[in-house]
């Protein structure tokens, strides 16, 4: 609806990670609270559960990872095209995922990739954001992936939203990494189950031991400290 009307939405993915993030960062709590013309969707049974403790229901998750798999089943069901551009990543996985999406959706077509280079969020604004901008207003295109990691493209997207001429844009975390070949997704009754996290902490537990392990406990402490001391207003 959004492409087809030309209405300029931004899809943030919310997570436990990106909940541990509205605690400890206040410019983006008020980044996600004000974003009246924008959608926020449940990304990880994290957050559907820490909702439940608080009487709240939830729709399901549903992984960003799997987001551009439903749009590329929906653009092969009604064969409508949609141009897209994938900003971000590293290692070229980008556009080294652009062959994958080639094969499985050829109504979605890739545009162009462009990866800056890892820094800051402040630097990346001043420094890379306007030859970004340049890139991006040099082509027409209906989707913006944007995969710089929380919370770094939330607050990227917010920023540069009504410089960007395509309708939506959307925060895509490591999408591209799991694409180009560069992580394994988790097998399908895993990913049912809602354990694909477990499944990627057993791959890289070293790498995924602060996220996982860590941030899930600090999580679960602020969601039992939330609910008998609100802080948060």
Known sequence: YSITHRLKRIFFA????????VFEDPEY?????????????IDGIGVTWGAKLHGISLANPIPT??????????????????????????????ERSIEYFRRLCPYLKVVGTYEPPFMTYNDLEHKETPKILAQL?????????????????????A???????????LPCGGMYGYYSGDYRRA?????????????????EPRKRFKRYVIGSLVYGYRLVKEKFTPSLS
């Open 137 to 157: 207003n040099q082509v027409e295109f209906d989707i913006l992936f944007v995969g710089f990691g929380i919370p770094k493209q939330d607050k990227w997207a």
């Open 159 to 169: 920023q540069n939203r009504d410089r960007i001429t395509a309708p939506v844009i």
């Open 187 to 203: 097998p399908l009754w895993i990913r049912k189950l809602r354990l694909e996290w477990f499944f990627r902490f057993l791959l």
């Open 14 to 21: 919310i997570h436990t990670q990106g909940l541990n993030v």
């Open 65 to 94: 990872t799997d987001v551009i798999l439903h749009l590329c089943h929906y653009l092969n069901e009604t064969k409508k095209e949609y141009r897209a551009f994938f900003l971000g990543g590293d290692n070229r996985s980008a």
């Open 29 to 41: 709590r008020t980044l996600l609270k004000n974003r009246p013309d924008d959608y926020i969707y």
